[in-house]
């Protein structure tokens, strides 16, 4: 006899062969005869295993017909998300959550639905959003991922509304990117996003590094909680360097509007503005540089997302690059989370970023 075959590899393998379906239910296993020559093993080493498979409810020894196999391997089923990536006709960076989620959706085996809420208007993402929520929910999907919607007037009461409808139907939910309530408070939502608090204090603290000593803050109306978070921690981050920060410091407003812009006290040599992100910042220099300044020799400025448009602006834009892919596949292994108990309580994730250096930041 083979020593490398006995009882316990025999009954493994043979089990193991049950599982995978190389038996599948109702078909005979070998006689015991045919697999102990098949083995080198004696007969009864062959019923010994048949009967511990018998005893754990695998097989069932018929006299005078064979060992009928009983396991029914179950069907796993393929779960499908849908996707309520809203800014993802603004910013870049939903793009490649969107990609990085489809690509796990291939190695990890489960389906994406995407339909639509990706315009680049504001307008029509808010009209959309609420119907695709609906079509989700009545094709009783097994998890929604959210980015909230933002920049329009009603943003935060829709945000509310997606996910009492979500949360109503018991459908699993994760949020990406911010949270649908200002801090402190938080929602009973898993959230995946930037640490804004740490992105705001970085670029802060890399102006005044550069040698400024007046710092703005400009962002456009109805902008999202995070950039809120972003706002406080340069807000802190300045005045901890001994600078002064207060109101006359803090912008909103549209970039686009000139008059608004020239509002902007601009100290020469020592004023930076922190835009919320890079596509504001964009807008900003072309309307500052309308109104007379010089990026670079009279103020410094930079922004949030490192959109690929921002390294070939006519002066290169300093940006905080996010941690997209990081945040797809944290926010893939929450919702596999949820999805085995959707009573847990609810978890945020805050992921770090990194500034990226151009002559926007630099003063000469």
């Known amino acids: ?70 396991f029914k391997k179950n069907a796993t089923k393929t779960l499908t998300f849908g996707l309520l990536l809203s800014g993802a006709g603004e910013s870049e960076i939903f793009s490649v959550i969107n990609d990085q989620i489809l690509k796990q959706s291939e190695k990890i085996q489960f389906n994406c639905l995407w339909e639509g809420a990706t315009a680049s208007n504001a307008e029509i993402r808010r009209n959309l959003i609420e119907t695709c929520c609906d ?28 996910c009492d409808k979500i949360q109503q139907a018991g459908i699993p939910l994760v949020l990406i990117d911010r949270d649908i309530v200002p801090i402190p408070q938080k929602s009973p939502f898993d959230v995946v996003c930037l640490d804004n608090y740490s992105a705001g204090s970085i670029m802060a603290q890399h102006l005044i590094e550069a040698g400024c000593k007046q710092i703005h803050f400009f962002y456009r109306p109805d902008s999202a909680y995070s950039v809120r978070i972003r706002f406080l921690a340069v807000k802190d981050t300045v005045q901890e360097n001994g600078l002064i920060f207060t109101e006359n410091n803090d912008y909103c407003g549209n970039p686009e509007d000139l008059e608004f812009v020239k509002k902007i006290p601009v100290i020469k040599g020592e004023t930076g503005i922190i835009c919320a992100n890079d596509s504001t910042a964009a807008v900003l220099m072309s309307s500052l540089e309308t109104a007379g300044y010089k990026i670079g020799s009279d103020l410094l400025i930079c922004g949030y997302d490192d959109m690929k448009y921002s390294q070939h602006l006519k002066c290169p834009l300093t940006s905080f690059i996010q941690p997209c892919k990081e945040i797809a596949n944290n926010s893939i292994e ?3 989370r949820r999805i085995k108990n959707n009573d847990r309580e609810p978890i945020s994730v805050y992921l770090n970023g990194q500034i990226i250096t151009r002559e926007s930041t630099r003063f000469v």
């Open 334 to 336: 929450l919702m596999m």
């Open 135 to 162: 079509n989700y929910i009545e094709k009783k999907v097994d998890g929604i991922f959210f980015s909230p919607l933002e920049r329009v007037a009603d943003a935060n009461q829709i945000n509310h509304i997606i």
């Open 1 to 70: 006899m083979d020593d490398k075959y006995n009882y316990k590899t025999i009954y493994a393998t043979v089990k193991e062969d049950i599982l995978k379906g190389v038996y599948p239910t109702g078909t005979l296993l070998p006689t015991e005869l045919n697999l102990a020559d098949r083995y080198g093993v004696s007969r009864p080493t062959i019923s010994k295993v048949y009967n511990q498979l018998q005893e754990e409810g695998y097989v069932n020894k018929k006299k005078g017909l064979g060992t009928i196999v009983l």
